[in-house]
């Protein structure tokens, strides 16, 4: 569980808006509130009187950020366009206010009642999943991959300064791109379907990029590591794949500076290492 933001004003803004969005979309909070990483977002479940059940999800972002059309405000209605087309929640609606400088988008989504795979994104136990399991999401994965899109999940200027300094190799030059989930990690995947959430990243990068990014955060847990190594072993074990695990590398060591999947720190040098 996050934490909200350090400053009190800013906390009680997000709670206000929160309050405010869930009156303006005429739902009801039912549940714990619950922090994303840094007190950037807010959610709570909530029950609509048409939809049912909902998530209510709280971003804020400088304002100006949101007016230009900052990747990750736009993310989720983006996303819309995969609804009934892969396993994800669909959205149901959106809406934004203004305060002190700050923008505020309130995402009504459907409610995935079913468990995610893990609590936080680094995999610390054995994903113990079905065979049916990995097909769902080989095929989502495929249908995301085939889906045009404009957006840029990552691009080839940051791959050509983080892959040297955090990799210490020679950042690849990518010629193969895809769309991706590109945050593709086991708190973001669910037990049973499995459905995909937090769509809010989602764009261009290097082919392979998902397999590789879910593979990476599973990496304390070798089997699972293994296992997703074999469910995509035609994508991660490719150049274009291998240069994918390189760039997913760089970005979770670039990461780990700044305090984040500092417990990977070990295992992603392995596998820089062991990448030929």
């Known amino acids: 569980m996050y934490s909200p933001p350090s400053d009190p004003a800013a906390e009680q803004r997000m709670r206000t808006a929160l309050a405010d969005a869930a009156g303006h979309l005429h739902v009801q909070i039912t549940g714990e509130l619950r922090w994303g990483v840094g007190g950037r977002t807010l959610c709570a479940p909530v029950q609509h009187p048409d939809d049912g059940a909902c998530w209510l999800r709280l971003a804020t972002l400088p304002a100006a950020k949101a007016d230009a059309g900052d990747r990750l405000w736009t993310g989720t209605a983006d996303a819309a366009r995969f609804d009934g087309k892969v396993n994800k929640p669909r959205l149901v609606a959106i809406h934004d206010t203004y305060r002190d400088g700050q923008a505020l988008r309130a995402e009504l989504t459907e409610y995935v009642s079913e468990p995610v795979c893990a609590p936080s994104p680094v995999l610390l136990q054995e994903l113990d999943v079905t065979g049916m399991w990995w097909a769902s999401l080989r095929a989502d994965l495929a249908v995301i991959a085939t889906t045009g899109t404009d957006r840029r999940a990552v691009r080839q200027e940051w791959i050509d300064r983080a892959v040297p300094r955090y990799t210490g190799r020679p950042a690849p030059r990518i010629t193969e791109w895809t769309a991706a989930h590109a945050d593709l990690h086991p708190a973001n995947l669910t037990r049973h379907t499995p459905v995909i959430l937090d769509w809010e990243g989602h764009?261009?990068?290097?082919?392979?990029?998902?397999?590789?990014?879910?593979?990476?955060?599973?990496?304390?847990?070798?089997?699972?590591?293994?296992?997703?190594?074999?469910?995509?072993?035609?994508?991660?074990?490719?150049?274009?794949?291998?240069?994918?695990?390189?760039?997913?590398?760089?970005?979770?060591?670039?990461?780990?500076?700044?305090?984040?999947?500092?417990?990977?720190v070990t295992s992603l040098r392995n596998l820089v290492q062991s990448l030929p």
């Open 203 to 264: 764009g261009l990068a290097p082919a392979g990029y998902d397999p590789a990014m879910l593979m990476a955060h599973c990496l304390l847990v070798p089997v699972t590591a293994a296992r997703v190594r074999r469910e995509f072993a035609d994508v991660l074990e490719t150049e274009p794949g291998r240069a994918a695990q390189l760039v997913v590398a760089a970005e979770l060591l670039q990461s780990a500076e700044r305090g984040y999947y500092t417990e990977l």
